[in-house]
């Protein structure tokens, strides 16, 4: 029969103690740990001559063996009779000094300021489930009241966040100092042991309250004391080391291939993400070389969201062609500072020897791998907040092939890169031949000043944008017989700008209307992505689904196209664009009704789930009756081709020829558009619309 109880709140109950310890009898039972595993931290805060309270005792032999050591002033109290009068009985002859009385810890008899110490291992953890943490305080404030100034409550426990803060919440309110101590067990291998680390909670009571908090984290017995600003910061400390335990436990055993465990390490100082680590192990049956058990693969910076590193799938790859048993892939944070490549493996050797693969020699050599031996590069250029997205950073990288690029990232979701751009040399603009030059030496040269920077328009570095554009060639763009024929867009959604300003630089006739929610995101396109609206590009600021509706409530309003690039904001969703309510079908029904006769309907669509992707497919194929699709290599993105003709009843192959044609006269256009060669779109219409297929 199981002794743990069925529900939290049973840990609070007197009657389960005085069952729990009728049950187990004499045997001791000890919560988190034995005397030997705590005396270090115990003889740190506790002086041997002190008068300790001992509050919860239960049946631990821990007072027994601080009694041995020379502690003679322990008074042991608890809630169940029955506990009591067995630890008498055990203590009678061979510790006569140390006694047992059945008190409530929240109201005792003993007088004020009475105690240096009251140690508590457990008894907080037990009682902070009743009743929202009430009986906790209770005893908190008794606890307080018996302490004499310099006195210290010292309490193990396994710090869930609720107990935690409510202690810590408690005594800053006080003006006590409080200090943390986290007690990583090394070589821990039970199955049935704490997944989370025992931390022990000690705060100090002072003459006068501190006027500013003291929040101090250690590692360890004798860990150096980080200090913390705010009881959050504590509290997430405290979070990462349960975070790292829990992991550490889960990878003494074997993981399979599809785990995607993964951990973040915070800087000790300022307690800001410094390192995310994810593992990847290979799959069952690999055959990988004896030798190659375990290495640590760094990402360069500025390359953390590219699909070999941010995906299950490109992690999967990753480790296969390293071929080792496990991968640790590390990824660098933003606003942090990295010294060199061998600055990074010396702040990370300490750590990854805990997440080496069961039954590894402990001596074995873990190899540090990368992408060309650097650390890559970033640089923040801005930053800001926008009400609707939360904070957002504008940055600049240097890509694995050595160009650079711009990035928007909402660092609510900072996986993800909302807007990119390639940038180019303000010089190259005019001169093609320097470029060539300076491509060839990339890797050697120092990398531009920001302001020597400027947005390449002709490059579209977003592959789903690329297919957008070649959809066009759909409308016969280029064709001979078309090339006064104006072409009207609209499209929802700006980012960056690229795709609208592509558009409008380099397709004949075009005119777009953009729709864009956020005036945030409009600012950093003109100022950081060289957005520049005019007569044939103009934006309107407000709510898309809105837009939309206005526009066919009014009439007169008919597009060639129209174009959804919105993102998702609901992360809880399988679908990260766009978001659900655009693929409604009274929606599709007023787009469909804003296109002309030859109009497209593109859909930028990214669905992880497969059953919410059906259901949006059903959805749009009930408007629009020929759906076309290009999936994109590498991402979860397709984009959909809508249009109002009769459906097709085969696959696309039949309409091939027709197609290539159109694309071949797309590509002439934006070939011929009348920039300078070496401003001209780098994109091949052709080879993006070959992949089409009917839905």
């Known amino acids: 029969m199981s002794l743990l109880p069925r529900t939290a709140e049973e840990f609070s109950s007197a009657e389960y103690w005085e069952k729990f310890f009728k049950k187990r009898g004499e045997k001791a039972f000890e919560w988190y740990g034995d005397y030997n595993k705590l005396c270090g931290v115990l003889h740190k805060y506790i002086k041997v001559q002190d008068k300790v309270l001992v509050v919860g005792c239960g049946n631990s032999e821990l007072s027994e063996q601080m009694y041995d050591v020379g502690y003679k002033h322990l008074t042991n109290i608890d809630i169940s009779e029955t506990v009591v009068n067995n630890m008498n009985q055990r203590n009678a002859e061979r510790r006569p000094g140390l006694t047992f009385h059945q008190v409530d810890a929240t109201k005792t008899p003993y007088e004020d300021a009475c105690y240096q110490a009251a140690l508590d291992k457990g008894t907080l953890d037990a009682m902070a489930s009743e009743e929202e943490g009430a009986l906790a305080r209770n005893m908190l404030t008794e606890v307080g009241r018996v302490l004499s100034v310099g006195g210290r409550y010292v309490c193990v426990t396994l710090a869930q966040e609720s107990v935690i803060k409510l202690a810590v919440e408690h005594f800053v309110q006080l003006g006590w100092a409080v200090r ?7 070589n ?69 291939a599809n785990s995607n465990l993964s951990l973040t390490l915070c800087h000790a100082k300022t307690g800001l993400p410094r390192y995310t680590l994810t593992i990847q192990d290979s799959p069952p ?87 060309g031996g650097d650390l ?144 945030v995101v409009l600012e950093v396109a003109k100022q950081w992505f060289g957005f520049q609206p005019d007569d044939r590009l103009t934006v309107t600021l407000g709510d898309g689904l809105e837009r939309i509706c206005a526009l066919e409530k009014e009439g007169g309003h008919l597009f060639d196209a129209i174009m959804f690039d919105v993102d998702n904001k609901d992360s809880t969703l399988g679908m990260s664009c766009p978001p659900a309510a655009f693929v409604e079908t009274p929606i599709l029904q007023k787009v469909c009704n804003l296109l002309t006769p030859r109009g497209l309907f ?82 091949d219409i052709a080879e993006l619309l070959k992949d089409l297929r009917i839905v």
Request: charged share 20%; with cysteine.
């Open 285 to 371: 049956g690999a055959k990988v070389p004896r030798a190659n058990q375990f290495a640590i693969f760094i990402v360069p910076q500025g390359s953390e969201t590219a699909w070999l590193y941010s995906s299950g799938e490109g992690r999967r790859q990753l480790a296969a062609s390293a071929n080792f048993r496990r991968l640790v892939i590390v990824s660098m944070h933003r606003n942090q500072e990295y010294t060199d490549m061998q600055a990074v493996q010396s702040e990370l050797s300490p750590v990854v020897m805990d997440l080496a693969p069961p039954g590894m020699p402990a001596n074995h050599q873990v190899p540090f791998l990368s992408v």
């Open 376 to 519: 890559g590069w970033r640089e923040e250029v801005s930053r800001g907040v926008s009400q609707l997205s939360g904070e957002y950073c504008v940055e600049n990288v240097k890509g694995e092939d050595g160009e650079l690029y711009r990035r928007l990232v909402f660092l609510s979701n900072a996986a993800l890169v909302q807007s990119e751009s390639h940038l180019v040399s303000s010089n190259t603009a005019t001169s093609q031949k320097k470029k060539n030059k300076r491509k060839a030496k990339a890797s050697a040269a120092p990398v531009a000043s920001s302001t020597s920077l400027t947005v390449d328009s002709g490059f579209l570095c977003c592959a789903h944008h690329e297919v957008m554009v070649a959809c066009l060639a759909m409308l016969g763009v280029g064709m001979p017989q078309n090339k006064d024929i104006p072409v009207s867009v609209l499209l929802v959604g700006l980012g960056g700008g690229g795709l609208p300003q592509f558009l409008r630089d380099f397709m004949p006739n075009v005119t777009i209307e953009v729709v864009e929610l956020d005036p």
């Open 602 to 683: 593109i859909l930028n669509l990214a669905c992880r789930d497969p059953a919410l992707r059906k259901s949006v497919l059903e959805r749009v194929s009930g408007v629009f009756p020929t759906i076309l699709s290009r999936k994109i290599e590498e991402e979860i993105n397709e984009v959909l081709l809508c249009t109002r003709g009769e459906k097709e009843t085969s696959d696309a192959t039949h309409i091939l020829p027709s197609l290539n044609q159109a694309a071949k006269n797309l590509q002439s256009a934006l070939c011929s558009s009348g920039t300078e060669p070496s401003r001209r779109p780098h994109i």
């Open 188 to 256: 821990r291998t039970e199955e049935d042991s704490f997944a989370l680390p025992v931390f022990v909670l000690v705060c100090t009571k002072f003459r006068q309250p501190m006027p500013t908090p003291i929040l101090e984290m250690c590692l360890g017995e004798d860990g150096a004391s980080v200090r913390h600003t705010h009881v959050s910061e504590l509290l997430s400390a405290v979070r990462e080391h349960q975070a790292y335990s829990v992991l550490r436990k889960r990878l003494r055993m074997n993981t399979d």
């Open 180 to 186: 943390l101590h986290c007690l990583q067990e090394e």
